[in-house]
T-cell receptor, first 114, second 110 residues
């Protein structure tokens, strides 16, 4: 168990809908990262937060948004869903802002858009 | 921009045979390199990282700055090593944000 909690585990929804994925980092970790893992694109970095502030954006669509709350949990909002958004969405956390600090991943949320 | 390349998508070996998973990177600075393992599309688990220079589950990896490689090796593969392996790079300016390679699916046959 990495200590990173993601809910829900599975999500099935229709095209055009909106969903919210939730992540609680390990106790004491200040940084949260979101990654998308699809079969054809591998692991793609979406967005990164540190202590409530956005620090970096990767390949995140405009239909997607995220935030980190004062209690350090994070939510990833996906709207106007398309079939191609079906993927595993991983949250990860790290202790400090350092490239030496490893990421600890949650179990992921498996999103299926029908 | 940094890039991580894992040239083999699939690798199959027999139990007890040596295994090497290749990883090459392109980045001009001083990155930190990691190997993560993923069993059956579950969560990614940290296997090892360059800075700690430790051996986990019999795996080792050596950073070769001249060849910009960070190959993962194990002298005697076990069936339970079958999994997806990802090499990842963290630039010194990115906090802990990782750039992943495309992964290598290792299958260890009995």
């Amino acid at each position: 168990d990495s200590g990173v909690t993601q809910t829900p585990k599975h999500l099935i929804t229709a095209t055009g809908q909106r969903v919210t994925l939730r992540c609680s980092p390990r106790s004491g970790d200040l940084s949260v990262y979101w990654y998308q893992q699809s079969l054809d694109q591998g692991l793609q970095f979406l967005i990164q937060y540190y202590n409530g502030e956005e620090r970096a954006k990767g390949n995140i669509l405009e239909r997607f948004s995220a935030q980190q709350f004062p209690d350090l949990h994070s939510e990833l909002n996906l709207s106007s869903l398309e079939l191609g958004d079906s993927a595993l969405y991983f949250c990860a956390s790290s202790r400090v802002w350092s490239h030496n600090s490893p990421l600890h991943f949650g179990n992921g949320t498996r999103l299926t858009v029908t | 921009a940094q890039r991580v390349t894992q040239p083999e998508k699939l690798l199959s070996v027999f139990k007890g045979a040596p295994v090497e998973l290749k990883c090459n990177y392109s980045y001009s600075g001083s990155p930190e390199l990691f190997w993560y393992v993923q069993y059956s599309r579950q969560r990614l688990q940290l296997l090892l990282r360059h800075i700690s220079r430790e051996s986990i589950k019999g795996f080792t990896a050596d950073l070769n700055k001249g060849e910009t490689s960070f190959h993962l090796k194990k002298p005697f593969a076990q069936e339970e090593d079958s999994a997806m392996y990802y090499c990842a790079l963290s630039p010194e300016t990115s906090g802990s944000r990782l750039t992943f390679g495309e992964g290598t699916q290792l299958t260890v046959n009995p």
